[in-house]
């Protein structure tokens, strides 16, 4: 169930909240569950069973490895928890990668075609940094099966992140506080968030569509680049957005997960600004346990290649995502070993250029099918194509709108605008009201869309 369909924002999400809020406060976790199982089994109801059983793996693992914690059996527990969690991953995700791979060297192994379940590497990564954190005493095991099953089946945040830690939410599984204000809030982020996924990432998917449909050009592929690149981010900060307001309106506080990535100036800029969760996660459980960078350079160039190795393979079984995660790898080794100090005090425009390049490539190989065909859309930016034709010209121009809106919404100003509105004396007395007919404006302007039946994917589904 897609948060941008009719049947999330109409029926699911209303019945959710009225029975969340009408529930006595010792319920609420409870009626949340609930929900969540509700949630994941519309779309997969088998599935339901394997998460329920990664979450007695969690809760389990959870309890023995604080028990026997600094003992030597404690760290038995922990590689078992990891085991565990890590297996339904490896089976459902990336079995048939290796099974293919395989057969390309010989073997001749059949392969398993198994559906991936909805958000698996999210809850995964919940769960293993739950029993980690219980290992290094960073956090105390839940003894409440209902209070950690709702903080792993949390349905706003189940199949696209963040990325939320045991932690942040640990306080606020024991009790938490609602108010009108918060779920006003909640709701003003989630709609922002639906506009977002619904109103450009939709329409730039549209774009890229018809850009890959027509003859191939050079202006086209370079339409096709920034169009992809936009989509892409707005389709997952959309969702992130929607995860987030959703949170709040339910008396959580998640993570955010992007922070204006296309104004970084550097790789490793844009890597604290994209998909931040992800990005902190892997460095609190992987690259800082390697020794992160207080080993030799060799060792280090090596955690941040091993980092970057399962950066790509996280989001996908297939070579490309291997490629795409490696490839910026070796430019944040670049960055550090080579040019990072040159690129500092370059000037700004120069930067932008350098980070805005390297990103159009990145997503070119992160959205391809193949190796081969990342090679293909990286050389169409560069050559062996008429520069334009009527096919690529006629789609850019009618869309044009469309992608001058998106660019101005990839930066800090349009929130810079309004924070300054807000501060004036007529901004102060205005601001509630425009608020709220702007998030009745995107609301029912994206329920028209979506009535409409229009081109409503989800990117972040595969992962």
Partial sequence: ?????????YFFLPVVLLLYFLAPRRLKNTVLLLASLVFYAYGEPRLVVLML??????????LLIERFRGKRLGRVFLVSSICFSLAPLLVFKYADFFLTNLNALGASLPLLKLALPIGIS?????????????????TKAQRNIIDLATYIALFPQLIAGPIVRYTDVEAALRTRTHSTEAVGDGALRFSIGLGKKVLLANLLGELCAALKAAEPSVLGSWGYAVSLCLQIYFDFSGYSDMAIGLGTMLGFRFPENFNYPFIAKSATEFWRRWHMTLGSWFRDYVYIPLGGSRV?????????????????FWHGASWNFIAWGLFFGVLLIAEKLFFGRWLER??????HVYLLLAALISFLIFDAATLADAGKAIAGLFGGAPFTNAQGLYSLSSYFVVL?????GATPLPKMLFTRFAATPVGEKLTPILSLLFMAALLLVSTAYLVDGSFNPFLYFRF
Avoid: E
């Avoid at 169930?1 to 924002?9: A, D, E, K, Y």
């Avoid at 919940?126 to 290094?136: C, K, M, N, P, W």
């Avoid at 280090?300 to 950066?311: D, K």
């Fill in 1 to 9: 169930m897609l948060f941008s369909s009719i049947t999330f924002l």
């Fill in 404 to 408: 001058v809106l998106a660019a101005f």
């Fill in 346 to 351: 370059a000037p700004r425009a120069l930067q």
């Fill in 122 to 138: 999210f809850y995964t990564f919940q769960i293993l940094s739950y029993t980690v954190d219980v290992a290094r005493g960073t």
């Fill in 296 to 312: 030799g350079a060799w060792k280090h160039v090596r955690n941040i290649l091993i980092v970057w190795c399962l950066t790509g």
């Fill in 53 to 62: 059983a990664s979450v007695l793996s969690g809760y389990v693992h959870g």
